[in-house]
């Protein structure tokens, strides 16, 4: 007599055969959400990477040949609650402290850039503050040849926004429009927007977004020794 399956194995070898055929869609479908989230990941990364290091720039133009102080710089349409008080003359806004080191206005009255980008730069050559990154283009090598997946392409746009809220009586700020033009009064606010493009398809992946404030700085003291 010859050897063969019974029905009842050829039944569950067909039943067995059919079950891992339908997980395969399920298994392609994972990987599709996995490479799906990594290039997520990586273009949020990207995103978040470049409005850091934009960040670590001075507010503006007006501030970057000041060295170990940056000041409050004046605007023409920012919230009158953050002017120099109680006028002019003054080099301080209500809640900076007066003491010398500390956050204050220069003594002469001295406007923000009304020009956003490096058209309206001392120095049109070089990224030296915070909105010098207008149109700014960045693309980043991926597929293989550096760390990314993709080639993703950054571009940054940066904006006044307005500030006008009621700084003193109430507990929750909510400030204007987002999409201010570029070219707008200036104001106390700063958004740079960072958008992460998929440089092949030109698809958007992710739009970050930050806030920089015109708040200036203060000089550190520091104890020397003889």
Same mark, same amino acid.
């Given at each position: 007599?010859?050897?063969? $399956? #019974?029905?009842? !194995?050829?039944?569950?070898? +067909?039943?067995?055969?059919?079950?891992?055929?339908?997980?395969?869609?399920?298994?392609?479908?994972?990987?599709?959400?996995?490479? @799906?989230?990594?290039?997520?990941?990586? &273009? +949020?990364?990207?995103?978040?990477?470049?409005?850091?290091?934009?960040?670590?720039?001075?507010?503006?133009?007006?501030?970057?040949? !000041?060295?170990?102080?940056?000041?409050?710089?004046?605007?023409?349409?920012?919230?009158? !609650?953050?002017?120099?008080?109680?006028?002019?003359?003054?080099?301080?806004?209500?809640?900076?402290?007066? &003491?010398?080191?500390?956050?204050?206005?220069?003594?002469?009255?001295?406007?923000?850039?009304? /020009?956003?980008?490096? &058209?309206?730069?001392?120095?049109?050559?070089?990224?030296?503050?915070?909105?010098?990154?207008?149109?700014?283009? @960045?693309?980043?090598?991926?597929?293989?040849?550096?760390?990314?997946?993709?080639?993703?392409?950054?571009?940054?746009?940066? $904006?006044?926004?307005?500030?006008?809220?009621?700084?003193?009586?109430?507990?929750?700020?909510? $400030?204007?429009?987002?999409? #201010?033009?570029?070219?707008?009064?200036? #104001?106390?606010?700063?958004?740079?927007?960072?958008? /992460? +493009?998929?440089?092949?398809?030109?698809?958007?992946?992710?739009?970050?977004?930050?806030?920089?404030?015109?708040?200036?700085?203060?000089?550190?003291?520091?104890?020397? $020794?003889?």
């Amino acid at each position: 007599m010859r050897k063969g $399956f #019974t029905f009842v !194995e050829l039944v569950v070898a +067909i039943v067995v055969m059919g079950i891992a055929l339908m997980s395969v869609p399920l298994m392609l479908s994972q990987v599709s959400k996995s490479d @799906e989230f990594s290039i997520n990941q990586e &273009a +949020i990364l990207a995103g978040a990477t470049k409005i850091g290091n934009i960040l670590t720039y001075p507010w503006d133009d007006k501030l970057v040949s !000041e060295v170990n102080v940056k000041h409050i710089l004046d605007t023409t349409q920012g919230d009158s !609650e953050l002017n120099r008080y109680p006028d002019n003359n003054s080099t301080r806004r209500i809640g900076n402290f007066k &003491a010398n080191y500390r956050r204050k206005f220069d003594t002469n009255l001295t406007y923000a850039s009304t /020009v956003l980008g490096r &058209a309206g730069d001392t120095n049109p050559t070089a990224y030296n503050d915070i909105d010098d990154f207008d149109a700014n283009s @960045e693309i980043i090598n991926g597929g293989g040849k550096g760390d990314y997946l993709m080639d993703l392409n950054l571009t940054t746009k940066v $904006f006044y926004i307005s500030d006008k809220t009621n700084y003193f009586s109430s507990s929750t700020l909510n $400030f204007g429009d987002l999409n #201010t033009s570029g070219t707008t009064p200036t #104001t106390n606010l700063k958004m740079i927007e960072v958008k /992460v +493009i998929n440089h092949v398809n030109s698809q958007t992946i992710t739009t970050l977004r930050a806030f920089s404030a015109n708040i200036g700085s203060y000089e550190l003291l520091y104890r020397t $020794f003889n």
